[in-house]
């Protein structure tokens, strides 16, 4: 099991405002690909350590103190590229609760060692899943699997995976 792999503090929720506001880490090497989310803007703010975040055409060399926001339906990734762990904060606006269980769901894998050293599920069912509750939009050729991934998502919800997950994962934190 990867030590504190899993890192992650829900410091303001949905339930009691119009945001999320969640404390993580980023590993050394973990990364996103390139997407984009329709519902929200997300904020990137430097705890600790350093964070590069690809923004619409710019590539951002977070430190500590350095903020980035994303707007919505802006394409951006994230990569931890440094040897040290990145803790960050994260503000959704609106905020999402589906963003905040997915981001609890994705370090709870972690903590299992139920994903790479990329920070990606390992199974594809938890893979589509997160995508879906992250509102997550797909780009490049990427963007022709997104179908594919809504519709195994939505099937396993109906299967109760998003249950198990979110009573694994997310009992007493959300």
Not at 19 to 36: A, C, F
Not at 65 to 77: F, L, Q, R, S, W
Not at 142 to 148: F, L, N, Q, T, Y
Request: glycine share 6%.
């Amino acid at each position: 099991m990867k030590a504190a792999a899993g890192y992650i503090k829900l410091i303001h929720s949905i339930d009691s405002d119009n945001k999320s506001v969640l404390e993580l880490n980023i590993l050394p090497g973990e990364k996103t690909p390139w997407h984009y989310h329709t519902f929200f803007s997300e904020t990137f703010e430097i705890l600790k350590g350093c964070l590069e975040v690809g923004k619409g055409k710019n590539i951002l060399h977070l430190k500590q103190g350095d903020i980035a926001t994303i707007m919505p339906n802006e394409k951006h990734y994230y990569h931890n590229v440094s040897n040290e762990k990145c803790t960050i904060t994260t503000t959704i606006v609106p905020g999402n609760k589906n963003f905040e269980t997915a981001l609890f769901i994705l370090k709870g894998l972690a903590n299992d060692d139920l994903t790479n050293n990329l920070g990606t599920p390992k199974r594809f069912i938890d893979l589509v899943l997160f995508v879906y509750l992250s509102n997550s939009r797909m780009v490049g050729v990427r963007k022709i699997a997104e179908p594919v991934f809504n519709f195994f998502a939505k099937a396993a919800i109906k299967k109760g995976k998003l249950i198990e997950l979110t009573q694994k994962y997310c009992v007493g934190i959300l």
